[in-house]
């Protein structure tokens, strides 16, 4: 997916409350989903690659990961 897609894709989940909470995967993307759950927020997750990532994913790739990019947002009463 483009860069200029992804951007369009995060510019609407913003737009519907949606928070862009952290980029994880492996065994760690299990516990992450988990928490934001305990914590009684509402979870998104979408997979993205390295060349999409803010920030360094060279652990992810080196470990042949796929990457994903969870986003929060209060449940709606």
């Known amino acids: 997916m483009g860069t200029d897609k992804m951007a369009k894709i995060r510019q609407q989940l913003e737009a519907e409350g949606w928070n862009m909470a952290s980029v994880t995967g492996g065994a760690h993307l299990k516990r992450t989903l988990e928490m934001y759950q305990e914590l009684g927020v509402e ?35």
């Open 43 to 77: 979870v998104y997750f979408q997979e993205v690659k390295p060349e999409e990532c803010e920030g360094c994913a060279q652990c992810f790739t080196e470990n042949n990961e796929t990457i994903y990019r969870i986003y929060t947002r209060p449940y709606s009463t």
